[in-house]
C-alpha cells in the first residue's frame, strides 16, 4: 500500500497545479488514469487569457493570475508563458444590445467601429461588423508549459505521480481513504476530487451523491491562412454571443464554433457537423472559401450548475476535497486556484495577488449545492 498525506485525482492543470502547491507542505501522491497529464481538456484548450472572460468571480480570480504568468517562479520554466494580443468582442448588427450589454457590464473594454476592427482583421466582410470592443489585457497561454513547470515543480517537492492508474474503488476507512487504482492500492486522510468531466463519477465512488458537474464537448479546427494575409497580429476574435472565434496559431487560423454539447465523459472527438458549422460561421464573417481543414479535435469543459468553481471539502464526508468545475477557465485560472485549494487544505497562506482568492472560499464551497 501507498500512503501519503494527499492524493490528487486528476492530472490536468488543475489536479497538477494544486499538487505541486500541497507538496510544499505534505506528502502527495498523484493519480490518473491516462499515460499523460492534462489529456482530456488542459491538453486540448484554445490557451487564451481573458480578463473579460466569465463570471465576475472567474474575471477576478483570472486576474490575480497575471503576474505569474508574465513573471514565473524562478526555475519554473524557460519559456514565456503568456504572450500579449489582444481580444475583439465583435458583433452582427443583430447583436448589438449583447455589445451594448457587454459594454456597460465593463467599462475597461474599449469601443472599435467596422472600420479600427477591418484595419486589424482585413478579412472581415465589409458591412458585416456592428462592432467590436477590444480587451487590451488578454495574451496566448502555453498550456504545456504551464503544465509541465507545475509537473515538475511536484517532483522536486517530493510529489509522486501514478499515470496509467485508473482509480476504481474510493473507500471511507473512518481513518482516511483507501483508493484502488492500476491494481494498487492507496492511502491517505485527504483525498483531492480534480477528476474534471469524471468528477461526479468519483464522488459516486466515493459513496458521496454527486454536485452535478457536467462535461461538455468543444471543437476546435485549424484553416491555412489566405496566403497575402500577414495574421501574426490579429487580435483573438471572439463573437459577442459566443457563437464561434478565431484567432492565430502557429501561422495557421484556429477556429472553433464554441459548442458546447452535454457528453458523458469521454476521449472526447469532433464531429463532422460541429466542424463544418464552425468554417461556415467563419465563411460567413469574412467571405472567404475554406477548402480544407487542417485539423480538428474535441475536448472536455465541466462546469457546475452556476457555472462558478468548485473548491472546497465536502461537508459530508471527511477529507473529501472538490476541485472541479473550472470549465473553459481552468487554464487561465489554474495559478490562483492552486493557491486556494492549498491554502484550504494545508492551511498554506497564498501571498500578493492571490491573497484575493480568501474572499471567494464561500462562494465557491460545494456546500452551496447541497
Not at 476504481?168 to 473512518?174: K, L, P, Q, R, S
Request: aromatic residues 10%.
Amino acid at each position: 500500500m501507498h500512503s501519503a498525506d494527499i492524493i490528487v485525482i486528476g492530472a490536468g492543470i488543475a489536479g497538477v497545479s494544486a499538487a505541486a502547491e500541497m507538496a510544499a507542505d505534505e506528502k502527495v501522491i498523484m493519480l490518473d488514469m491516462e499515460q499523460q497529464p492534462g489529456y482530456h481538456s488542459s491538453g486540448r484548450s484554445a490557451a487564451y487569457y481573458a480578463t473579460s472572460y466569465g463570471k465576475p468571480l472567474v474575471q477576478d480570480i483570472t486576474r490575480s493570475c497575471e503576474s505569474f504568468f508574465m513573471k514565473p517562479p524562478a526555475g519554473f520554466t524557460e519559456v514565456e508563458l503568456l504572450r500579449p494580443r489582444d481580444c475583439m468582442f465583435f458583433a452582427r448588427p443583430d447583436q448589438a444590445e449583447s455589445l451594448q450589454a457587454m459594454r456597460a457590464a465593463n467599462d475597461q473594454l474599449e469601443f472599435l467601429d467596422e472600420a479600427a476592427v477591418r484595419e486589424r482583421v482585413p478579412v472581415i466582410s465589409p458591412g458585416y461588423l456592428a462592432g467590436a470592443l477590444r480587451d487590451r489585457k488578454g495574451g496566448d497561454l502555453d498550456v504545456d508549459a504551464l503544465l509541465q513547470g507545475y509537473l515538475r515543480l511536484f517532483r522536486r517537492r517530493g510529489g509522486e505521480f501514478f499515470n496509467n492508474h485508473e482509480v476504481t474503488a474510493i473507500v471511507n476507512t473512518g481513518s482516511g481513504w483507501e483508493i484502488s487504482a492500476g491494481g494498487q492500492v492507496f492511502h491517505a486522510p485527504v483525498v483531492v476530487n480534480a477528476a474534471g468531466g469524471w468528477a461526479d463519477t468519483m464522488a459516486r465512488l466515493a459513496g458521496l451523491e454527486p454536485l452535478g458537474i457536467r462535461p461538455y464537448r468543444r471543437t476546435a479546427l485549424t484553416i491555412e491562412a489566405p496566403a497575402d494575409v500577414d495574421i501574426e497580429n490579429w487580435p483573438e476574435m471572439v463573437d459577442v454571443d459566443e457563437e464561434f472565434y478565431f484567432k492565430p496559431d502557429a501561422g495557421l487560423i484556429l477556429l472553433s464554433p464554441a459548442d458546447e454539447t452535454e457528453t458523458e465523459p469521454v476521449d472526447a472527438q469532433p464531429e463532422d457537423i460541429d466542424v463544418a458549422m464552425g468554417v461556415y460561421r467563419f465563411e460567413q464573417a469574412t467571405g472567404l472559401d475554406i477548402r480544407q481543414v487542417r485539423a480538428s479535435w474535441a475536448g472536455l469543459r465541466s462546469f457546475a450548475p452556476d457555472r462558478l468553481f468548485v473548491a472546497g471539502f465536502d461537508p459530508r464526508a471527511k477529507g473529501f476535497f472538490w476541485l472541479a468545475g473550472q470549465g473553459g477557465y481552468g487554464v487561465q485560472s489554474a495559478p490562483a486556484m492552486a493557491k486556494m485549494a492549498a491554502f484550504l487544505v494545508t492551511g498554506a497562506e497564498p501571498e500578493g495577488d492571490f491573497e484575493i482568492v480568501k474572499g471567494y472560499v464561500q462562494d465557491v464551497s460545494p456546500a452551496r449545492f447541497l
